[in-house]
Protein backbone atom coordinates (compact mmCIF):
# COMPACT_ATOMS: atom_id res chain seq x y z
CA UNK A 1 0.00 0.00 0.00
CA UNK A 2 2.84 2.34 1.15
CA UNK A 3 4.77 1.91 -2.67
CA UNK A 4 1.04 2.64 -4.37
CA UNK A 5 0.55 5.40 -2.19
CA UNK A 6 4.41 7.19 -3.25
CA UNK A 7 3.67 5.66 -7.27
CA UNK A 8 0.57 8.44 -6.86
CA UNK A 9 2.38 11.41 -5.62
CA UNK A 10 4.88 10.38 -8.39
CA UNK A 11 2.38 10.19 -10.53
CA UNK A 12 0.32 13.85 -9.65
CA UNK A 13 4.01 15.36 -9.85
CA UNK A 14 4.62 14.58 -13.48
CA UNK A 15 0.75 14.79 -14.85
CA UNK A 16 -0.14 17.59 -17.04
CA UNK A 17 -0.22 20.70 -15.50
CA UNK A 18 -4.02 22.19 -15.20
CA UNK A 19 -5.88 24.96 -13.68
CA UNK A 20 -8.69 24.34 -10.91
CA UNK A 21 -11.23 26.67 -10.12
CA UNK A 22 -11.10 27.85 -5.91
CA UNK A 23 -12.67 27.86 -4.29
CA UNK A 24 -11.67 24.12 -3.45
CA UNK A 25 -14.51 22.67 -1.84
CA UNK A 26 -16.84 23.04 -4.05
CA UNK A 27 -17.37 19.84 -4.99
CA UNK A 28 -19.01 18.65 -1.69
CA UNK A 29 -19.68 22.07 0.33
CA UNK A 30 -20.80 25.61 -0.30
CA UNK A 31 -19.92 26.36 3.17
CA UNK A 32 -16.43 25.12 4.88
CA UNK A 33 -15.27 28.17 7.40
CA UNK A 34 -11.61 28.12 9.22
CA UNK A 35 -10.09 25.62 7.48
CA UNK A 36 -7.00 23.77 8.04
CA UNK A 37 -5.08 21.02 5.96
CA UNK A 38 -2.90 18.03 7.32
CA UNK A 39 -0.77 15.47 5.01
CA UNK A 40 -1.55 11.94 6.65
CA UNK A 41 0.63 8.91 7.32
CA UNK A 42 -1.15 7.71 4.17
CA UNK A 43 0.32 10.34 2.17
CA UNK A 44 -3.16 12.41 1.59
CA UNK A 45 -4.60 15.17 2.49
CA UNK A 46 -7.00 16.18 5.35
CA UNK A 47 -8.93 19.04 5.79
CA UNK A 48 -11.28 20.28 8.65
CA UNK A 49 -13.65 22.70 8.85
CA UNK A 50 -15.59 24.53 11.43
CA UNK A 51 -19.49 23.76 12.64
CA UNK A 52 -21.98 24.32 10.07
CA UNK A 53 -24.19 22.94 7.52
CA UNK A 54 -22.23 21.84 4.14
CA UNK A 55 -24.68 22.64 1.45
CA UNK A 56 -27.52 25.53 1.19
CA UNK A 57 -30.66 23.83 1.77
CA UNK A 58 -29.32 20.81 3.84
CA UNK A 59 -30.11 22.68 7.66
CA UNK A 60 -27.65 20.05 9.08
CA UNK A 61 -24.69 21.02 11.41
CA UNK A 62 -21.52 19.12 10.51
CA UNK A 63 -19.53 19.12 14.08
CA UNK A 64 -16.24 19.09 12.44
CA UNK A 65 -16.70 17.92 8.66
CA UNK A 66 -13.79 16.54 7.02
CA UNK A 67 -12.54 15.91 3.57
CA UNK A 68 -9.82 13.93 1.98
CA UNK A 69 -7.47 14.89 -1.55
CA UNK A 70 -4.38 13.45 -3.07
CA UNK A 71 -3.53 16.80 -4.43
CA UNK A 72 -4.53 18.94 -2.55
CA UNK A 73 -7.42 20.66 -5.09
CA UNK A 74 -9.73 17.51 -5.81
CA UNK A 75 -11.48 16.97 -2.61
CA UNK A 76 -13.97 14.58 -1.48
CA UNK A 77 -16.08 14.77 1.50
CA UNK A 78 -15.15 11.93 4.22
CA UNK A 79 -17.43 12.39 7.18
CA UNK A 80 -17.94 14.18 10.33
CA UNK A 81 -15.75 13.94 13.41
CA UNK A 82 -18.12 14.04 16.29
CA UNK A 83 -21.62 13.09 16.02
CA UNK A 84 -24.53 14.47 17.19
CA UNK A 85 -24.86 13.32 20.46
CA UNK A 86 -20.98 13.42 21.01
CA UNK A 87 -19.70 15.80 23.35
CA UNK A 88 -16.72 16.15 26.25
CA UNK A 89 -17.92 16.15 29.69
CA UNK A 90 -17.37 20.06 29.93
CA UNK A 91 -19.53 21.02 27.09
CA UNK A 92 -22.98 22.24 27.76
CA UNK A 93 -25.70 21.03 25.79
CA UNK A 94 -25.88 23.91 23.11
CA UNK A 95 -22.19 23.78 22.46
CA UNK A 96 -20.41 24.14 18.98
CA UNK A 97 -17.42 23.67 17.93
CA UNK A 98 -15.51 25.82 15.64
CA UNK A 99 -12.01 26.71 14.36
CA UNK A 100 -10.19 22.82 14.16
CA UNK A 101 -6.37 22.29 14.04
CA UNK A 102 -5.14 18.85 14.23
CA UNK A 103 -1.36 17.77 14.50
CA UNK A 104 0.37 14.25 14.95
CA UNK A 105 1.62 14.05 18.58
CA UNK A 106 3.61 10.81 18.82
CA UNK A 107 1.87 7.66 17.53
CA UNK A 108 -1.59 9.63 17.35
CA UNK A 109 -3.62 12.68 16.16
CA UNK A 110 -5.34 15.42 18.48
CA UNK A 111 -7.71 17.73 17.55
CA UNK A 112 -8.12 20.83 19.08
CA UNK A 113 -11.26 22.63 18.86
CA UNK A 114 -13.43 25.42 20.46
CA UNK A 115 -16.17 24.83 22.20
CA UNK A 116 -18.34 27.25 22.11
CA UNK A 117 -20.19 26.88 25.34
CA UNK A 118 -19.14 25.10 28.60
CA UNK A 119 -21.17 23.43 32.13
CA UNK A 120 -19.48 26.58 33.76
CA UNK A 121 -21.33 29.14 32.66
CA UNK A 122 -23.10 31.20 29.58
CA UNK A 123 -20.35 32.72 27.24
CA UNK A 124 -17.65 30.30 29.05
CA UNK A 125 -16.16 29.00 25.99
CA UNK A 126 -12.48 26.59 26.07
CA UNK A 127 -10.60 24.38 24.07
CA UNK A 128 -11.46 21.27 23.90
CA UNK A 129 -8.75 18.15 22.54
CA UNK A 130 -9.91 14.94 21.27
CA UNK A 131 -7.58 11.96 19.98
CA UNK A 132 -7.85 9.48 16.67
CA UNK A 133 -5.65 6.57 15.68
CA UNK A 134 -5.94 8.26 11.77
CA UNK A 135 -6.88 11.97 10.47
CA UNK A 136 -10.13 10.42 9.49
CA UNK A 137 -10.99 9.12 12.90
CA UNK A 138 -12.49 7.95 15.04
CA UNK A 139 -11.96 11.22 17.31
CA UNK A 140 -12.71 11.09 20.78
CA UNK A 141 -12.82 13.64 23.31
CA UNK A 142 -10.48 13.99 26.18
CA UNK A 143 -13.40 14.85 28.92
CA UNK A 144 -10.78 18.31 30.40
CA UNK A 145 -10.51 21.27 28.43
CA UNK A 146 -6.86 21.48 27.50
CA UNK A 147 -7.95 25.75 28.10
CA UNK A 148 -10.18 25.84 30.77
CA UNK A 149 -12.75 28.64 30.60
CA UNK A 150 -11.11 32.38 31.59
CA UNK A 151 -12.64 34.88 33.63
CA UNK A 152 -12.47 38.09 32.13
CA UNK A 153 -12.57 40.36 35.75
CA UNK A 154 -15.72 42.46 34.81
CA UNK A 155 -18.43 38.90 35.80
CA UNK A 156 -17.75 37.75 32.38
CA UNK A 157 -15.43 35.42 30.14
CA UNK A 158 -12.26 35.44 27.91
CA UNK A 159 -13.23 34.22 24.15
CA UNK A 160 -10.98 31.30 24.71
CA UNK A 161 -10.85 30.69 20.64
CA UNK A 162 -8.98 28.93 18.03
CA UNK A 163 -6.26 26.92 18.76
CA UNK A 164 -3.31 26.60 17.16
CA UNK A 165 -0.65 24.07 18.13
CA UNK A 166 3.43 24.76 17.29
CA UNK A 167 6.29 22.02 18.37
CA UNK A 168 10.09 23.63 17.88
CA UNK A 169 12.70 22.16 16.94
CA UNK A 170 14.16 20.73 20.83
CA UNK A 171 10.61 19.20 20.89
CA UNK A 172 8.54 22.04 23.29
CA UNK A 173 5.16 22.14 22.35
CA UNK A 174 2.93 25.27 22.60
CA UNK A 175 -0.75 26.09 22.26
CA UNK A 176 -1.97 29.74 20.89
CA UNK A 177 -5.45 30.78 21.59
CA UNK A 178 -7.55 33.50 21.58
CA UNK A 179 -9.78 36.26 19.92
CA UNK A 180 -10.92 39.94 20.30
CA UNK A 181 -12.47 39.58 23.53
CA UNK A 182 -8.97 38.93 25.40
CA UNK A 183 -6.06 39.02 22.61
CA UNK A 184 -3.92 36.30 21.46
CA UNK A 185 -2.13 33.83 24.20
CA UNK A 186 0.29 31.30 24.34
CA UNK A 187 0.42 28.44 26.65
CA UNK A 188 3.32 25.31 26.97
CA UNK A 189 2.11 22.09 26.42
CA UNK A 190 2.51 19.14 27.99
CA UNK A 191 4.93 16.38 26.26
CA UNK A 192 1.07 14.60 25.03
CA UNK A 193 -0.05 17.69 23.95
CA UNK A 194 -3.36 17.40 26.35
CA UNK A 195 -2.58 19.81 29.36
CA UNK A 196 -1.11 23.42 29.78
CA UNK A 197 2.25 23.88 31.93
CA UNK A 198 3.69 27.02 33.20
CA UNK A 199 2.17 30.63 32.72
CA UNK A 200 0.52 32.25 29.43
CA UNK A 201 1.89 34.88 27.65
CA UNK A 202 -0.37 36.96 25.65
CA UNK A 203 1.34 38.04 22.11
CA UNK A 204 -1.33 39.77 20.26
CA UNK A 205 -3.37 42.75 21.24
CA UNK A 206 -7.07 42.22 22.30
CA UNK A 207 -10.07 43.79 20.01
CA UNK A 208 -7.84 43.47 17.02
CA UNK A 209 -6.49 39.79 16.27
CA UNK A 210 -7.71 36.51 16.11
CA UNK A 211 -7.54 32.75 14.33
CA UNK A 212 -3.75 32.62 15.08
CA UNK A 213 -1.74 29.93 13.10
CA UNK A 214 2.19 30.01 13.77
CA UNK A 215 5.28 28.25 11.53
CA UNK A 216 8.84 28.36 12.15
CA UNK A 217 10.94 29.41 8.74
CA UNK A 218 14.70 30.41 9.33
CA UNK A 219 15.61 30.68 12.85
CA UNK A 220 11.85 32.99 12.70
CA UNK A 221 8.67 32.48 14.23
CA UNK A 222 5.61 33.66 12.32
CA UNK A 223 2.50 34.75 13.63
CA UNK A 224 -0.34 34.99 11.51
CA UNK A 225 -3.41 36.16 12.71
CA UNK A 226 -6.81 37.54 11.20
CA UNK A 227 -8.24 41.09 11.68
CA UNK A 228 -11.70 42.89 11.10
CA UNK A 229 -15.16 41.09 10.86
CA UNK A 230 -15.73 37.74 9.99
CA UNK A 231 -19.05 37.81 9.06
CA UNK A 232 -20.60 40.56 7.57
CA UNK A 233 -22.04 39.00 4.16
CA UNK A 234 -20.68 41.40 1.45
CA UNK A 235 -18.86 43.65 3.36
CA UNK A 236 -16.62 41.26 5.32
CA UNK A 237 -13.20 42.57 5.45
CA UNK A 238 -11.77 39.59 7.31
CA UNK A 239 -7.96 39.46 6.69
CA UNK A 240 -4.48 37.93 7.10
CA UNK A 241 -1.55 39.95 8.91
CA UNK A 242 1.99 38.29 10.43
CA UNK A 243 4.73 39.54 12.60
CA UNK A 244 7.92 37.28 13.23
CA UNK A 245 10.08 36.80 16.52
CA UNK A 246 13.13 34.67 17.17
CA UNK A 247 10.84 33.20 20.49
CA UNK A 248 7.45 31.08 19.93
CA UNK A 249 6.44 33.22 22.96
CA UNK A 250 7.08 36.62 21.12
CA UNK A 251 7.52 39.70 21.03
CA UNK A 252 6.25 39.75 17.65
CA UNK A 253 6.44 42.34 15.57
CA UNK A 254 5.74 43.60 11.85
CA UNK A 255 7.95 43.91 8.61
CA UNK A 256 8.24 47.95 9.80
CA UNK A 257 9.40 46.89 13.72
CA UNK A 258 5.93 47.83 14.83
CA UNK A 259 4.59 45.28 17.80
CA UNK A 260 1.42 43.25 17.55
CA UNK A 261 0.83 43.74 21.18
CA UNK A 262 0.25 46.92 21.45
CA UNK A 263 -2.91 49.65 21.28
CA UNK A 264 -1.09 51.01 17.92
CA UNK A 265 -0.56 47.20 17.10
CA UNK A 266 1.28 46.34 13.53
CA UNK A 267 0.80 43.80 11.48
CA UNK A 268 2.25 43.26 7.46
CA UNK A 269 -0.47 42.18 5.14
CA UNK A 270 -0.17 38.64 3.87
CA UNK A 271 -4.08 38.97 2.38
CA UNK A 272 -6.86 40.53 2.55
CA UNK A 273 -10.01 41.34 -0.44
CA UNK A 274 -8.42 42.43 -3.47
CA UNK A 275 -10.99 43.35 -5.88
CA UNK A 276 -12.19 40.20 -7.19
CA UNK A 277 -15.41 38.42 -5.74
CA UNK A 278 -13.81 37.64 -2.94
CA UNK A 279 -13.67 39.33 -0.15
CA UNK A 280 -13.05 38.15 3.95
CA UNK A 281 -10.29 36.35 3.37
CA UNK A 282 -9.58 35.03 6.74
CA UNK A 283 -8.41 32.52 9.36
CA UNK A 284 -5.77 30.70 8.03
CA UNK A 285 -3.50 27.41 7.80
CA UNK A 286 -0.29 26.59 5.57
CA UNK A 287 0.32 23.22 4.34
CA UNK A 288 3.74 22.71 2.53
CA UNK A 289 3.10 19.83 -0.78
CA UNK A 290 5.37 17.38 -1.80
CA UNK A 291 7.77 19.18 -3.48
CA UNK A 292 8.29 21.45 -0.37
CA UNK A 293 6.04 24.80 -1.57
CA UNK A 294 4.07 26.69 0.77
CA UNK A 295 0.16 26.92 0.36
CA UNK A 296 -2.25 29.28 1.88
CA UNK A 297 -5.39 27.87 3.11
CA UNK A 298 -7.99 30.14 3.80
CA UNK A 299 -11.50 31.03 3.87
CA UNK A 300 -13.74 33.68 1.58
CA UNK A 301 -16.81 34.70 0.83
CA UNK A 302 -18.21 35.71 -2.78
CA UNK A 303 -19.70 38.93 -2.36
CA UNK A 304 -22.06 37.61 -5.27
CA UNK A 305 -22.96 34.92 -3.08
CA UNK A 306 -22.30 35.98 0.84
CA UNK A 307 -25.06 33.95 2.43
CA UNK A 308 -26.16 30.49 2.53
CA UNK A 309 -29.97 30.48 0.60
CA UNK A 310 -31.40 28.37 3.45
CA UNK A 311 -31.01 28.57 6.18
CA UNK A 312 -30.31 32.07 5.36
CA UNK A 313 -28.08 34.68 7.34
CA UNK A 314 -25.51 31.99 7.44
CA UNK A 315 -22.00 33.08 5.97
CA UNK A 316 -21.02 31.39 2.96
CA UNK A 317 -17.29 30.91 3.60
CA UNK A 318 -15.79 27.92 1.05
CA UNK A 319 -12.35 26.81 0.83
CA UNK A 320 -9.29 28.56 -1.11
CA UNK A 321 -5.75 27.58 -1.54
CA UNK A 322 -3.62 29.89 -3.10
CA UNK A 323 0.33 29.37 -3.11
CA UNK A 324 2.40 31.31 -0.37
CA UNK A 325 5.27 33.38 -1.25
CA UNK A 326 8.27 34.08 1.03
CA UNK A 327 9.53 37.62 -0.39
CA UNK A 328 12.53 38.64 2.01
CA UNK A 329 11.70 36.86 4.69
CA UNK A 330 7.94 37.74 4.92
CA UNK A 331 5.11 35.52 3.20
CA UNK A 332 2.35 36.71 0.90
CA UNK A 333 -0.28 35.26 -0.89
CA UNK A 334 0.88 34.92 -4.65
CA UNK A 335 3.30 37.48 -4.10
CA UNK A 336 1.01 39.87 -2.81
CA UNK A 337 -1.38 39.45 -5.88
CA UNK A 338 -3.73 37.50 -3.15
CA UNK A 339 -6.87 35.53 -3.67
CA UNK A 340 -7.52 33.81 -7.11
CA UNK A 341 -10.19 32.46 -8.70
CA UNK A 342 -8.19 30.54 -10.94
CA UNK A 343 -5.37 28.20 -9.33
CA UNK A 344 -2.90 28.62 -12.30
CA UNK A 345 0.03 27.37 -10.21
CA UNK A 346 -0.57 23.95 -9.10
CA UNK A 347 0.38 22.18 -5.62
CA UNK A 348 3.12 18.97 -6.19
CA UNK A 349 4.02 20.60 -9.25
CA UNK A 350 7.43 23.06 -10.43
CA UNK A 351 5.99 26.28 -10.11
CA UNK A 352 7.34 29.80 -11.75
CA UNK A 353 9.28 31.91 -10.42
CA UNK A 354 6.96 34.42 -7.89
CA UNK A 355 5.82 37.49 -9.89
CA UNK A 356 5.84 40.11 -6.99
CA UNK A 357 2.51 42.43 -7.29
CA UNK A 358 3.42 46.50 -7.91
CA UNK A 359 2.35 48.26 -5.12
CA UNK A 360 0.20 51.99 -6.26
CA UNK A 361 2.38 54.81 -6.85
CA UNK A 362 1.64 58.12 -6.72
CA UNK A 363 3.65 59.77 -10.25
CA UNK A 364 2.87 63.38 -11.56
CA UNK A 365 0.68 65.70 -9.44
CA UNK A 366 -3.02 66.22 -10.80
CA UNK A 367 -4.62 68.98 -8.14
CA UNK A 368 -4.04 69.48 -4.42
CA UNK A 369 -5.93 72.02 -1.97
CA UNK A 370 -2.92 72.90 0.18
CA UNK A 371 -5.27 75.06 2.63
CA UNK A 372 -3.27 77.83 2.11
CA UNK A 373 -6.60 79.95 2.33
CA UNK A 374 -8.99 81.33 4.86
CA UNK A 375 -12.23 79.06 3.90
CA UNK A 376 -12.79 76.28 1.55
CA UNK A 377 -12.29 76.65 -2.20
CA UNK A 378 -15.45 76.28 -4.53
CA UNK A 379 -14.68 72.78 -5.18
CA UNK A 380 -15.80 71.79 -2.14
CA UNK A 381 -19.19 70.28 -1.50
CA UNK A 382 -20.16 70.04 2.19
CA UNK A 383 -22.95 67.66 2.93
CA UNK A 384 -24.34 68.58 6.42
CA UNK A 385 -22.15 71.65 7.36
CA UNK A 386 -19.52 70.23 9.24
CA UNK A 387 -17.91 72.77 11.41
CA UNK A 388 -14.35 73.07 9.93
CA UNK A 389 -12.16 76.19 9.89
CA UNK A 390 -9.15 76.59 7.01
CA UNK A 391 -6.16 78.25 8.06
CA UNK A 392 -2.07 78.67 8.16
CA UNK A 393 -2.18 75.39 5.86
CA UNK A 394 -4.69 73.47 7.97
CA UNK A 395 -7.96 72.44 7.12
CA UNK A 396 -9.63 71.61 10.95
CA UNK A 397 -12.56 69.44 12.05
CA UNK A 398 -13.96 68.78 15.53
CA UNK A 399 -14.60 65.07 15.71
CA UNK A 400 -18.14 64.78 15.04
CA UNK A 401 -20.72 62.91 17.97
CA UNK A 402 -22.34 61.48 14.10
CA UNK A 403 -22.15 59.40 11.83
CA UNK A 404 -23.12 57.42 8.29
CA UNK A 405 -23.44 53.61 9.04
CA UNK A 406 -26.94 52.27 9.59
CA UNK A 407 -29.95 54.74 8.40
CA UNK A 408 -28.95 57.30 11.31
CA UNK A 409 -26.35 59.40 8.48
CA UNK A 410 -25.88 62.55 10.49
CA UNK A 411 -22.28 62.86 10.16
CA UNK A 412 -20.71 65.70 8.05
CA UNK A 413 -18.38 65.03 4.39
CA UNK A 414 -16.57 67.14 2.70
CA UNK A 415 -16.43 66.32 -1.09
CA UNK A 416 -15.24 67.14 -4.19
CA UNK A 417 -14.94 65.50 -7.53
CA UNK A 418 -12.51 62.79 -8.47
CA UNK A 419 -9.68 63.15 -11.58
CA UNK A 420 -10.70 60.78 -14.19
CA UNK A 421 -8.79 57.71 -14.67
CA UNK A 422 -6.35 55.91 -12.09
CA UNK A 423 -4.91 58.15 -9.89
CA UNK A 424 -4.17 58.09 -5.83
CA UNK A 425 -5.53 60.33 -3.13
CA UNK A 426 -3.45 61.43 -0.26
CA UNK A 427 -3.66 63.52 2.86
CA UNK A 428 -2.18 63.84 6.35
CA UNK A 429 -3.89 63.71 9.06
CA UNK A 430 -3.11 64.63 12.78
CA UNK A 431 -6.08 62.99 14.98
CA UNK A 432 -4.72 62.67 18.97
CA UNK A 433 -6.33 60.05 20.38
CA UNK A 434 -4.05 58.85 22.64
CA UNK A 435 -3.44 54.92 23.65
CA UNK A 436 -5.46 52.40 25.19
CA UNK A 437 -8.56 54.00 26.61
CA UNK A 438 -11.90 53.45 25.08
CA UNK A 439 -12.58 56.55 22.58
CA UNK A 440 -15.28 54.39 20.51
CA UNK A 441 -15.55 55.21 17.68
CA UNK A 442 -13.72 58.69 17.13
CA UNK A 443 -11.98 58.78 13.73
CA UNK A 444 -11.15 60.83 10.54
CA UNK A 445 -9.92 60.37 7.17
CA UNK A 446 -10.68 59.88 3.82
CA UNK A 447 -13.84 58.97 1.83
CA UNK A 448 -14.73 57.81 -1.32
CA UNK A 449 -18.59 58.64 -1.65
CA UNK A 450 -21.64 58.02 -4.08
CA UNK A 451 -24.00 58.57 -0.97
CA UNK A 452 -24.71 58.23 2.88
CA UNK A 453 -25.59 54.56 2.06
CA UNK A 454 -22.88 53.44 -0.03
CA UNK A 455 -19.16 54.56 0.50
CA UNK A 456 -15.82 53.20 1.46
CA UNK A 457 -13.89 55.58 4.15
CA UNK A 458 -10.49 55.32 5.45
CA UNK A 459 -10.17 55.93 8.78
CA UNK A 460 -7.62 56.45 11.52
CA UNK A 461 -10.06 55.05 14.37
CA UNK A 462 -10.08 54.40 18.36
CA UNK A 463 -11.42 50.55 18.35
CA UNK A 464 -11.75 49.78 21.98
CA UNK A 465 -8.32 50.38 23.50
CA UNK A 466 -6.76 50.18 20.48
CA UNK A 467 -5.72 52.29 17.71
CA UNK A 468 -6.28 51.29 13.79
CA UNK A 469 -6.89 52.00 10.35
CA UNK A 470 -9.90 50.65 8.93
CA UNK A 471 -11.14 50.62 5.71
CA UNK A 472 -14.73 50.53 6.27
CA UNK A 473 -17.94 50.45 3.51
CA UNK A 474 -21.42 50.13 3.39
CA UNK A 475 -23.83 49.25 0.89
CA UNK A 476 -27.40 48.30 0.08
CA UNK A 477 -27.50 44.65 0.14
CA UNK A 478 -31.08 42.21 0.29
CA UNK A 479 -33.28 45.67 1.40
CA UNK A 480 -31.10 46.39 4.54
CA UNK A 481 -27.60 48.25 4.57
CA UNK A 482 -24.58 46.15 5.33
CA UNK A 483 -21.25 47.21 6.82
CA UNK A 484 -18.12 46.05 7.52
CA UNK A 485 -14.13 47.06 7.57
CA UNK A 486 -10.62 46.01 6.51
CA UNK A 487 -7.97 46.54 8.30
CA UNK A 488 -5.57 48.99 6.39
CA UNK A 489 -2.24 49.38 9.02
CA UNK A 490 -1.37 50.97 12.53
CA UNK A 491 -1.65 55.16 13.18
CA UNK A 492 1.07 56.95 13.57
CA UNK A 493 1.27 58.48 17.30
CA UNK A 494 -0.77 61.50 16.00
CA UNK A 495 -0.38 61.76 12.35
CA UNK A 496 -1.13 59.59 9.56
CA UNK A 497 -0.95 59.78 6.34
CA UNK A 498 -3.76 58.03 4.53
CA UNK A 499 -4.11 56.94 0.33
CA UNK A 500 -6.92 55.84 -1.77
CA UNK A 501 -5.39 54.33 -4.72
CA UNK A 502 -8.22 54.45 -7.40
CA UNK A 503 -8.09 52.39 -11.06
CA UNK A 504 -11.12 51.10 -13.45
CA UNK A 505 -11.35 47.47 -13.62
CA UNK A 506 -12.02 45.66 -16.97
CA UNK A 507 -15.94 46.09 -16.67
CA UNK A 508 -16.13 49.97 -15.75
CA UNK A 509 -16.19 49.50 -11.69
CA UNK A 510 -14.24 51.31 -9.25
CA UNK A 511 -11.44 49.65 -7.30
CA UNK A 512 -10.56 51.57 -3.88
CA UNK A 513 -7.40 50.24 -2.30
CA UNK A 514 -6.09 51.41 1.03
CA UNK A 515 -2.34 52.56 1.96
CA UNK A 516 -1.30 54.13 5.33
CA UNK A 517 1.98 55.13 6.49
CA UNK A 518 3.07 56.29 10.45
CA UNK A 519 6.16 58.73 8.50
CA UNK A 520 5.18 59.57 4.92
CA UNK A 521 7.56 57.24 3.94
CA UNK A 522 7.30 53.70 4.21
CA UNK A 523 4.02 52.76 2.86
CA UNK A 524 1.78 49.68 4.11
CA UNK A 525 -1.11 48.82 1.08
CA UNK A 526 -4.54 47.04 2.46
CA UNK A 527 -7.58 45.85 0.87
CA UNK A 528 -9.71 46.45 -2.06
CA UNK A 529 -13.78 47.85 -1.42
CA UNK A 530 -15.27 48.28 -4.98
CA UNK A 531 -18.40 50.79 -6.32
CA UNK A 532 -20.65 50.33 -9.37
CA UNK A 533 -19.38 50.99 -12.43
CA UNK A 534 -22.87 53.11 -13.37
CA UNK A 535 -21.72 55.36 -10.43
CA UNK A 536 -19.42 58.52 -9.97
CA UNK A 537 -18.02 58.55 -6.37
CA UNK A 538 -16.53 61.90 -5.30
CA UNK A 539 -13.68 62.03 -2.73
CA UNK A 540 -13.47 63.85 0.24
CA UNK A 541 -12.77 64.05 4.27
CA UNK A 542 -14.28 63.01 7.49
CA UNK A 543 -14.64 63.73 10.70
CA UNK A 544 -16.76 61.88 12.97
CA UNK A 545 -17.50 58.73 15.65
CA UNK A 546 -18.07 60.42 18.70
CA UNK A 547 -17.80 63.97 20.46
CA UNK A 548 -16.67 62.70 23.54
CA UNK A 549 -13.73 63.28 25.09
CA UNK A 550 -13.64 66.34 22.62
CA UNK A 551 -10.55 66.29 20.08
CA UNK A 552 -10.25 67.91 16.75
CA UNK A 553 -9.19 65.85 13.20
CA UNK A 554 -6.63 68.19 11.29
CA UNK A 555 -5.63 67.72 7.13
CA UNK A 556 -2.79 68.99 5.68
CA UNK A 557 -3.74 68.48 2.26
CA UNK A 558 -5.25 66.55 -0.17
CA UNK A 559 -3.47 65.94 -3.37
CA UNK A 560 -4.60 63.75 -6.21
CA UNK A 561 -1.43 61.93 -8.27
CA UNK A 562 -1.44 59.76 -11.41
CA UNK A 563 -1.02 56.20 -10.98
Not at 11 to 16: G, K, Q, S, T, Y
Not at 132 to 139: I, L
Not at 192 to 204: F, I, K
Not at 360 to 380: H, K, M, N, Y
Amino acid sequence: MKKLLALLGVLLVLAPTAAHANPISASFADTFADPVIVRGDDNLYYAYGTTDPLREGEKVAHRIPIARSADLVTWSYVGDAFSAGQKPAFAADDAAYWAPDVRKIGNRWIMYVTVTETTVAPGASAIGAATAPTPAGPWTFVDTPVVAPRPSGDGGWLWTFDPAQLTTPDGRKFLYYGSYFGGIWVSELTADGLHLTGPATRVAVDNKFEGAYVVRRNGWYYLFASSANCCAGPTTGYSVSVGRSRDPRGPFTDKLGQSLNVSRAGGTPVIAPNGNRWVGTGHNGLITDRLGQDWFVYHAIDRNDPYLDEPFGINERPMLLDRLDWISGWPTVRGGAWASDVLRDRPNRPLPPVRVASAPTPGRLLVSDEFAGRSLDRRWTAIREPAVTVGRGRLSWPVEGADLTGAGNDAGVLLRDAPKGNWIAETRLTLPLGEDTVRNYQQAGLIAYVDDDRFARLSAVAIWNTRQVEFGYEIPYAGALSYGGTIAGPPGLETTWLRLAHRTDAGGEHEYRAGVSRDGRKWTWGGVWTMPANTTPRIGLIAHGGAAPAVTATFDYLRFSRW
